[in-house]
């Protein structure tokens, strides 16, 4: 959700959708799991099965999801971690599993049209799919990721909203709303969600390049 001259590794790693803002290859908040251009016009997502959590008999798939995230979202809290890309790109993929083919199909649609920056056409993917699966947090922050782009920060942020209140944990729609709370002045926002995306993806470097550069004067400013 952001610009790529000031903050380009933010928005590829912050929002998550298409290979357009930061220096990560894919925009506001999704730096890895993303369909590519290359990727097939099929109902399934990318990720392979291997990184899916299986749901065994009798288990709320739910919690079964919840779980997998869970040990995901430790080893990503791990600044050590060496294979901390790989755990960030089975969450997204994760995240990118909607349950449903018809509506991963929808997803990839829109993935590829925001790749060709046909913003209108993934809006009209994206309005159909938060429409018919309004509890599919992905969706919200990919939409959030094309007003971004397009420059409607009030409609991006109320999308963020609501990827946030249904998936908290998603750092890269909190990326996102940290860089539009610093594009519009809110510095003092911006740093305590750059600061909350740190706890969780320590090596998110456009989060830690925010606080670098907003710490010493809004931190000062209470001294």
């Known amino acids: 959700m952001i610009e790529r001259s000031r903050y380009p590794a933010f ?15 894919v925009a506001i908040g999704q730096a890895t799991g993303d369909a590519g251009p290359d990727a097939t016009d099929t109902p399934e997502t990318a990720s392979p099965q291997s990184e899916r959590p299986k749901a065994s008999a009798g288990k709320d798939p739910a919690e079964v999801r919840k779980a997998h995230l869970d040990s995901l979202f430790a080893q990503l809290a ?18 990118r599993e909607s349950g449903s083919p018809s509506m991963n199909l929808l997803l990839n649609r829109a993935s590829r049209a925001m790749e060709n920056k046909a913003y209108d056409r993934a809006l009209d993917f994206l309005d159909d799919l938060v429409r018919l699966a309004p509890d599919f947090a992905e969706a919200w922050n990919m939409r959030a990721t094309v007003h971004f782009l397009t420059g409607s920060y ?10 946030l ?31 909350r995306v740190i706890e969780l993806h320590p090596n998110m470097e456009g989060a830690r390049e925010g606080i670098d550069r907003l710490a010493p004067e ?5 001294i």
Request: aromatic fraction near 6%; glycine fraction near 12%; proline fraction near 4%.
């Open 78 to 95: 791990d600044a050590d971690n060496p294979n901390w890309e790989r755990v960030q790109g089975q969450i997204w993929s994760t995240w």
């Open 218 to 222: 809004i931190d000062g400013r209470s």
């Open 154 to 163: 009030g409609r991006s942020m109320a999308d963020i909203e609501r990827t």
């Open 11 to 25: 928005v590829a790693s912050c929002l998550a959708l298409a290979t357009l803002l930061l220096t990560a290859p």
């Open 165 to 195: 209140a249904l998936e908290p944990r998603h750092f890269g729609a909190m990326a996102g709303l940290g860089i539009i709370l610093d594009r519009t002045g809110n510095e003092a926002g911006a740093l305590g969600v750059y600061r």
